[in-house]
C-alpha cells in the first residue's frame, strides 16, 4: 500500500530524492474562489451547519470502546482522531465543541467545510496530501503540543475510498501521542454515490460509534515500524467500518 505524505525534517526523516516536491506541499497560499463560488461556499456552510445541529439533536447514540479515549487522556496523552471521509456529517455533531483541530484541504469542498466545522467549536488546520500537507501537519503538532486533539479524514480529500494515508502515523512519530481510530454507523441513512459514499442520517435514526485501542509509534521508529503501524492503522479501520456497517444487518 503506498504511502502518500513525508514530513520535512522538523517532523520526521525526508528522503533526499522528495525534497524537490515539497513545494506543494507547504504551500499556505488560500486558494482564489470567484464570487460566484464564494456565494455557493457561504450558502452550503450555512445549510451543512443547520442541517448537522437539527439532524444531530434527534440521534439515538450507542457507544462502544469508551474507554479507549479515556485510557489516553489518562496516560496525559493527546487524540489524533481518526475516521472515513464519508463521516464527517455524524462524527461532526459526536464530537462538536471539543476545540479538536481537523485537516481540512485547501479546495471547494474543505473551504465550506472548514466554515461548518468552525461554527460547530472545531479548530482548522488547512492542507490535505496533495497541496498544504507539510504545512498543516507542523500546525497540527503545535496544536497537541498546546493541549488540543486533532483530527484527520484518513482517506481525504479526494480518495481512493476508504484507503488511508499516513499523515497520522507520522504525527503520533513525532509528538508521541495516540492514534484514536473510531467508526459510525447510522441505520437509517441517505448514502450518496460519490467517491466517498457520503452518509446524512436521518433524524431519530440510531447510530452506533465504534471506537478503537490506541496505537502509539515510538519516536525512534525505523522504516519498518513506521510501515507496520501503518498497516495495522488500516486494519482497524477497515475492521471498524465493516463491524459497524454490518451491525444493522441483525438488527
Not at 520535512?8 to 499556505?28: H, M, Q
Not at 462502544?64 to 464519508?86: M, V
Not at 498544504?132 to 486533532?150: C, F, H, N, P, Y
Not at 475510498?161 to 437509517?188: D, E, Q
Request: proline share 5%.
Amino acid at each position: 500500500m503506498a504511502r502518500s505524505m513525508s514530513l520535512p525534517p522538523s517532523l520526521g526523516d525526508e528522503p533526499a530524492e522528495r525534497k524537490t516536491r515539497r513545494g506543494s506541499a507547504f504551500c499556505s497560499d488560500r486558494r482564489q474562489f470567484s464570487i460566484w463560488q464564494r456565494l455557493q461556499i457561504f450558502v452550503m456552510a450555512q445549510v451543512s451547519t443547520w442541517l448537522i445541529y437539527v439532524t444531530g439533536k434527534t440521534l439515538r447514540w450507542e457507544s462502544r470502546g469508551d474507554e479507549n479515549l479515556e485510557a489516553i487522556y489518562r496516560a496525559g496523552k493527546r487524540a489524533i482522531f481518526t475516521f472515513w471521509h464519508g463521516r464527517i456529517f455524524p462524527a461532526t455533531w459526536y464530537w462538536r465543541k471539543r476545540g479538536i483541530v481537523v485537516m481540512t484541504s485547501q479546495n471547494f469542498d474543505g473551504e465550506y467545510i472548514a466554515k461548518c466545522i468552525l461554527r460547530h467549536g472545531y479548530g482548522v488546520a488547512r492542507g490535505s496530501s496533495s497541496r498544504g500537507g507539510l504545512k498543516a501537519l507542523l500546525e497540527m503538532a503545535s496544536r497537541l503540543r498546546g493541549g488540543s486533539d486533532v483530527a484527520f479524514t484518513i482517506d481525504g480529500p479526494r480518495g481512493p475510498r476508504y484507503i488511508a494515508k499516513i499523515g497520522p502515523i507520522l504525527l503520533a512519530k513525532r509528538t508521541g501521542n495516540a492514534i484514536f481510530c473510531f467508526h459510525i454507523s447510522v441505520k437509517y441513512r441517505i448514502q450518496f454515490n460519490n467517491w466517498d459514499h457520503s452518509q446524512i442520517p436521518l433524524p431519530f435514526s440510531p447510530a452506533l460509534i465504534l471506537k478503537a485501542p490506541p496505537i502509539y509509534v515510538s519516536r525512534d521508529a525505523d522504516e519498518a515500524e513506521v510501515d507496520r503501524k501503518f498497516h495495522h492503522m488500516q486494519e482497524v479501520l477497515d475492521q471498524l467500518r465493516r463491524e459497524g456497517d454490518s451491525y444493522w444487518d441483525s438488527q
